[in-house]
């Protein structure tokens, strides 16, 4: 039904669908049919039963339908009560009985113009109950109207009888189809509100997105599953063009220049970054430098790969982070560093040598003993001051150099614990040492010295007078275990976290005022790791501290 509308209308020039007009066209079309037929029935009429222009019903019926379809365009049925505009196919029936009163017997099928105004009760979706009445009562005013002014019998009235109920059926499945078309229709309009609705959303999204993409100081770059670039924000964007050759050309990652942490060494084609992406791997902080010369920027690197419904692979995520201000910063900083130690180790390497001929000469002179205890005092700051210079050159330069050789664990455990046993005596800690077995393996003797010194010295710095710092060799799978254990203050899971790291120190150690500038457990770790070993660590504060050295007896360290 709503096709045949649609039909109708394209027919007409209408390029809406019926139910957009409004209610005055609507009405106006809704009538079109029946004057159509109407004016084609003329000539018929004309042909068959020319006496019926000289019949009065026959002529107000004619009169009648003009009428009412000149009031279905001229008036303005959206002024009036609703539904006002079911006054012109009531009225079609009267018309349309005059008319078929008018021409009967000889024109029979004048009664089927009922129609008309059926359908258009039933399209009109309004009181169906009422609608089905009034089309069953005007199909029966329609082939009644012939039995007025005769002497009818009561066959006379049944024998048409068929045509009302026949209406009743048209109207009842046009009012079912006009129901379902207005169903779908209702249907349709919310899915187009929706629709628009979510297409609506979708542009704000993606609006939202550019916005966001653009203002934060990081690159990114979406990847299809195929390798092309689905998405490129305007940082990388720049980013990107200090990568391009400057000659034109079509080119991919591998021509781009893309180097190394260094800046200098070319990363091979498959290690670059969207290379890895598409191999499906998540990495992140990975460090790389971006174009030449002066413009070169060093970026940090980190992707995730994009999965689809059935876990598939559907591309990655790649961000650049720009770390070109920080990655020179800490150059700099590395670079003051290893100078300003270097230029401090001669003169102290110097003043440590004449000031230990000063205390040789003060004992074989017999000068005062408080003159013999300066010079010690100034040997021993000397000599630590020495320690800082040369961690500070190991922090400088980044790497642990090893000179490993056969030795045993029992052993250094004992001449660190020799070493130690001054300072612990003065502070008031008992020192025990635990050497257990005879433990043996290719390891640096300095460097492992210099792991059990400094673990040691900070058991001892950090305990309180009257505590014990433990220290005791073990094996365990495979691995040589060194454990220095204390009763000091400890620390908490956040102090644990950044233990570690260069020039840290716990908030209670900077409170007592203790001395350092926390780079022996950064350079611990470092020699640890060296040797293919971890160090870990237990804690609480007001408890204490264990730390845990494992050193691997099978890893073979390379000269």
């Given amino acids: 039904m709503s ?31 029946l004057f159509a037929a109407v004016l084609f029935s003329l000539p018929l009429v004309h042909a068959v039963k020319p006496e019926a222009y000289a019949d009065a019903d026959f002529l107000a019926g004619v009169c009648l339908v003009m009428v009412l379809s000149a009031a279905a365009i001229a008036l303005p049925w959206d002024n009036f009560f609703q539904p006002a505009y079911w006054v012109i196919p009531i009225l079609d029936f009267f018309a349309i009985a005059l008319l078929f009163r008018g021409v009967q017997p000889d024109v029979a099928g004048m009664v089927v113009l009922a129609v008309f105004p059926v359908l258009w009760l039933a399209w009109s979706g309004f009181a169906p109950r009422s609608a089905s009445i009034i089309s069953v009562a005007g199909s029966l005013l329609i082939i009644w109207a012939p039995l007025y002014g005769t002497d009818p019998v ?88 200090l990568a391009v050759p400057e000659e034109a050309g079509n080119w991919t990652e591998a021509d781009m220049f893309i180097y190394g942490p260094d800046g200098f060494t070319p990363l091979p084609a498959e290690e670059r970054p969207l290379a890895r992406a598409m191999r499906r791997e998540a990495f992140s902080d990975c460090l790389v430098w971006v174009g030449r010369g002066a413009e070169q920027r060093a970026l940090t690197v980190s992707a995730r790969p994009l999965g689809c419904e059935n876990g598939g692979f559907n591309g990655s995520v790649v961000a650049f982070g720009d770390v070109t201000d920080m990655v020179r910063a800490l150059r700099a900083k590395e670079d003051f560093v290893a100078s300003v130690s270097h230029e401090l180790r001669t003169p102290l390497t110097s003043i440590i040598g004449y000031l230990d001929l000063a205390i040789g000469e003060a004992e074989d002179d017999g000068l005062s003993a408080s003159l013999r205890t300066s010079l010690t005092v100034a040997m021993r700051n000397a000599e630590r001051l020495l320690v800082l210079v040369a961690d500070l050159l190991t922090t400088a330069s980044g790497s642990v150099h090893l000179d490993p050789a056969d030795l045993s664990l029992r052993e250094l455990v004992g001449s660190a614990a020799d070493s130690a046993a001054p300072r612990a005596l003065a502070a008031g800690i008992r020192l025990q040492i635990r050497p257990g077995e005879d433990i043996r393996g290719r390891f640096d003797a300095v ?23 433990t220290v005791q060799v073990k094996r365990a799978d495979g691995s040589a275990v060194l454990e220095v254990s204390d009763e000091g203050m400890g620390m908490t899971e956040a102090e644990q976290a950044e233990i570690f790291n260069r020039f840290f120190r716990t908030a209670a150690v900077k409170k007592a005022a203790i001395p350092g500038v926390g780079l022996g457990l950064g ?12 160090i870990t660590l237990t804690s609480a504060p007001g408890v204490g501290t264990t730390f845990r050295v494992e050193l691997p007896l099978e890893h073979v360290v390379q000269r």
Avoid: W
């Fill in 3 to 33: 096709s045949l509308k649609g039909r109708a209308l394209s027919f007409l020039g209408i390029r809406r669908d019926f139910h957009e007009l409004d209610l005055r066209l609507r009405v106006a079309l809704s009538q079109l049919p």
């Fill in 154 to 241: 009561a066959a006379d009235f049944i024998r048409p009888i068929l045509i009302p109920l026949v209406m009743l059926a048209v109207h009842k499945s046009a009012a079912v189809m006009t129901q379902d078309a207005a169903g779908q229709q209702r249907a349709l309009e919310e899915k187009d509100l929706a629709l628009k609705q979510s297409l609506a959303d979708s542009r704000r999204r993606a609006e939202l997105l550019d916005a966001v993409l653009d203002t934060i100081d990081v690159g990114v770059i979406v990847q299809a599953r195929d390798g092309h670039v689905m998405l490129m924000n305007n940082r990388q964007l720049a980013t990107h063009k």
């Fill in 447 to 469: 460097r492992v010295q210099q792991v059990l010194d400094n673990l040691i010295s900070n058991a001892i710095k950090y305990s309180p007078a009257g505590s014990t710092v």
């Fill in 523 to 534: 350079i611990t770790r470092d020699i640890v790791e060296a040797h293919g070993g971890k």
